[in-house]
């Protein structure tokens, strides 16, 4: 049906399923590609009526399209509740911005087998990295990672003076003075590198270090770090994005392959993440910082070892 060759009830799906994953993503700032790269792979050609069997790149390519939707949505209520801090995301996006681009274009030639195995050992290591500073107490992690930045002095409930949406961190004005500035440490750099460059190669990442960093290192409370990160992923997955598309198009030869992503069927998930990136936000806004935490650790854990696994012994696209 409308060219996708997906019946009613396949399209249906699509759109909820579309919802439900988008929901989740963005109550974490978490990229769209870590639920929709495996969904599309492994779940989406067994439970959607004739939804079509892809490879690796192209459901990468594809979670990086519906990403773009459900992510202008989450950000803009993230923009409306002042969760965002633009200084904070310029000075990150300055880096991940061109490493993804360069990433992007290098993903086609790195193996798939490899991509998958890095995109859930990746959400693994992650899930540990949560655990050792928010759960288990002082260690070894808490002593690399936890170094806020000095003179910042945030807590976790902001003065009613701190608007991000406007001014930036402790951005040295008579509201912000005393309290510091924000700058990228030599860590906070590597973090952010990697972050940028896994974004191009498998769609992930470049959240997931952002909101490490700014919870774990600034100690930015965590309402404003998951606006801040999703906005900072936003705009790197759309550069990724055009490069891919840019890629498929101009340069067939790179990529090895034409337009095989499915945008058609990719139109109808998007759907679903417009209003799951609604959703999304809200949640976000009435969850605490300790549940938020939990859920996002679980989530990286559980799909880190799901595609690990699958990848180890089935393939990487089976």
């Known amino acids: 049906m409308f060219g996708t060759g997906i019946p009613p009830v396949g399209l249906v799906l699509l759109v909820l399923l579309g919802f439900t994953i988008a929901t989740t993503v963005n109550t974490f700032a978490m990229e769209a590609a870590v639920l929709f790269t495996p969904a599309f792979l492994f779940v989406f050609p067994r439970v959607v009526p004739g939804f079509p069997s892809i490879g690796v790149n192209a459901a990468?390519?594809?979670?990086?399209f519906v990403e773009l939707f459900g992510y202008s949505s989450s950000v803009a209520a993230y923009w409306f509740r002042h969760q965002i801090d633009f200084d904070v995301a310029r000075k990150v996006l300055a880096i991940t911005v061109p490493v993804?681009?360069?990433?992007?274009?290098?993903s086609y030639a790195v193996p798939s087998t490899?991509?998958?195995?890095?995109?859930?050992?990746?959400?693994?290591?992650l899930s540990v990295v949560l655990y050792e500073s928010h759960e288990h107490g002082p260690s070894?992690?808490?002593a690399l990672l936890e170094k806020p930045v000095s003179g910042l002095g945030l807590?976790?409930?902001?003065?009613?003076?701190?608007?991000?949406?406007?001014?930036?961190?402790?951005?040295?004005?008579?509201?912000?003075?005393?309290?510091?500035?924000?700058?990228?440490?030599?860590?906070?750099?590597a973090m952010t590198v990697v972050g940028g460059a896994l974004a191009g190669l498998v769609g992930i990442a470049v959240g997931e270090l952002t909101q490490t960093m700014l919870t774990v290192r600034k100690k930015v409370p965590v309402g404003i770090s998951t606006g801040t990160s999703a906005f900072?992923?936003?705009?790197t997955i759309v550069s990724a994005l055009i490069t891919n598309v840019a890629?498929?198009?101009?340069?067939?030869?790179i990529a090895g392959e034409g337009f095989t992503v499915p945008f058609g069927v990719g139109i109808f998930v998007a759907i679903g993440c417009l209003f799951g990136g609604q959703m999304g936000a809200y949640l976000n806004s009435r969850l605490s910082e300790a549940a938020v935490i939990r859920m996002l650790m679980v989530a990286y854990f559980l799909v880190g070892v799901l595609v690990s696994v699958r990848t180890l012994f089935l393939g990487a696209t089976h």
């Not at 003076?161 to 906070?188: K, Q, V, W």
């Not at 890629?247 to 030869?253: E, G, H, I, W």
């Open 155 to 189: 807590t976790d409930e902001l003065p009613d003076s701190y608007e991000p949406r406007t001014r930036a961190l402790a951005d040295g004005g008579t509201e912000g003075a005393g309290r510091g500035s924000f700058h990228l440490e030599p860590l906070d750099t």
């Open 60 to 64: 990468i390519g594809l979670a990086l």
């Open 140 to 142: 070894l992690m808490d």
């Open 114 to 125: 490899a991509l998958m195995l890095a995109f859930g050992g990746l959400l693994v290591v």
């Open 232 to 235: 900072v992923l936003h705009l």
């Open 100 to 106: 993804a681009v360069v990433a992007r274009v290098g």
């Open 247 to 253: 890629l498929l198009r101009f340069a067939p030869s």
